[in-house]
Each structure stands twice: as structure tokens, then as C-alpha cells.
């Protein structure tokens, strides 16, 4: 049986921190569909609702990624791609938001590749 290493340092620092903010814009979010909901007029509750779902996937990819699961990683980068074109086309383009979600994913990147023997990419399953 393959004995799992534990993971680099900065790789479980990265991932916490993902993992905290992530949990924190989800119950951001709710508070916010509850304090505004049928004030606003500049877009529906839809819009709203699938934004809560993103965050939640998002926070589903990261939890299975911290459990070693490839699909985490994949699942993460896809929704990070189809939320960024999902805001540029109903929400309106932001380049933070691009800038700062592809500086997120460039950081995922680095902490799955350091930690030489402890590399977290290789102990994915």
C-alpha cells in the first residue's frame, strides 16, 4: 500500500487560506440574498442564487483537493473559468476579478508543485 507523505507547509497554508476565505464569501453571500432580496434592481435573484452556487462548488472542489483528489484541483479551475465568463457576461467585466482569480490559480499551481519529495501534485489521486 502507498503510504501518503504529508503535504509542504506551504501548500496546506495555501489551501487553508483558500479553503477559509471560500467559506467565509459563502456566508457572505447568504447574508447578503437575505438583507436584499427584492430590493435590488439592478439584476434578478437568479443571479444571486448562482453565484451561491458557485461558491459552494468552489468550496466542495477545494475540501476534496485537500483530501488528495485530482478531480478537486480540475473541478477547482473549471469553475473558476466559468465563473469569470459567467460574470463578464451577466454581471459585467471586472479586470480585478480576472487578474485576482488568475493569481489564485497561478498560486495553486506553485503550492502543488513545491515541497520537492512532499510535492503535492504527485500524492493526488
Known amino acids: 500500500m502507498n503510504q501518503r507523505k504529508p503535504p509542504h507547509g506551504f501548500l496546506v497554508v495555501y ?65 473558476c473559468t466559468a465563473e469569470l465568463g459567467f460574470e463578464w457576461t451577466i454581471v459585467g467585466y471586472s479586470r480585478r476579478d480576472l487578474v485576482f482569480t488568475f493569481a489564485v490559480l497561478v498560486g495553486l499551481c506553485l503550492a502543488l508543485q513545491v515541497g520537492g519529495e512532499r510535492q503535492g501534485w504527485k500524492q493526488l489521486e
Open 15 to 79: 489551501l487553508g487560506a483558500l479553503l477559509t476565505f471560500s467559506i467565509v464569501w459563502v456566508a457572505y453571500d447568504v447574508v447578503m440574498m437575505l438583507l436584499w432580496t427584492g430590493k435590488t434592481l439592478l439584476h434578478s435573484g437568479w443571479i444571486d442564487v448562482a453565484a451561491l452556487a458557485f461558491d459552494v462548488i468552489g468550496v466542495v472542489c477545494l475540501l476534496a483537493l485537500c483530501r488528495g483528489k485530482k478531480w478537486g484541483f480540475y473541478g477547482y479551475v473549471l469553475l
